[in-house]
């Protein structure tokens, strides 16, 4: 699995973003995915997951209603769509291959791309 983050940037308050996320090693739908951010001075949460079959998924309740996760296959790719964004919502974010565990948290990952900035401006 290697996993390549894409599509952060700078952004207004209520603007929208689409994270993408390619696993260049081909194995991509044996894994759930999550993405997850890391704010500056706290500590990395989670924001969304979802099953390998892209059957279901599950969000962290500080996105809800405004993120949505997504994946293709057939491209080997993950999306995160980012919608009415908020300042508190600047982070870098990853995205990550989960191994075994609840998917909420970040132990449970085995596999994490480089990470890209999202920037929120008030």
């Known amino acids: 699995v290697q996993l390549q983050a894409s599509g952060g940037g700078l952004v207004q308050a209520g603007g929208s973003l689409r994270l993408s996320c390619e696993d260049s090693g081909r194995t991509f739908s044996r894994y759930h995915m999550g993405w997850f951010r890391q704010a500056p001075g706290k500590e990395r949460e989670f924001v969304a997951a979802?099953?390998?079959?892209?059957?279901?998924?599950v969000y962290a309740d500080s996105v809800k209603g405004r993120f949505t996760i997504s994946n293709d296959s057939a491209k080997n790719t993950v999306y995160l769509q980012m919608n009415s964004l908020k300042p508190e919502d600047t982070a870098v974010y990853y995205c990550?291959?989960?191994?075994?565990?609840?998917?909420?948290?970040?132990?449970?990952?085995?596999?994490w791309g480089q990470g890209t900035l999202v920037t929120v401006s008030s």
């Open positions: 979802i099953l390998w079959s892209g059957s279901s998924s």
């Open positions: 990550a291959a989960h191994f075994s565990g609840s998917l909420a948290y970040g132990s449970s990952y085995r596999y």
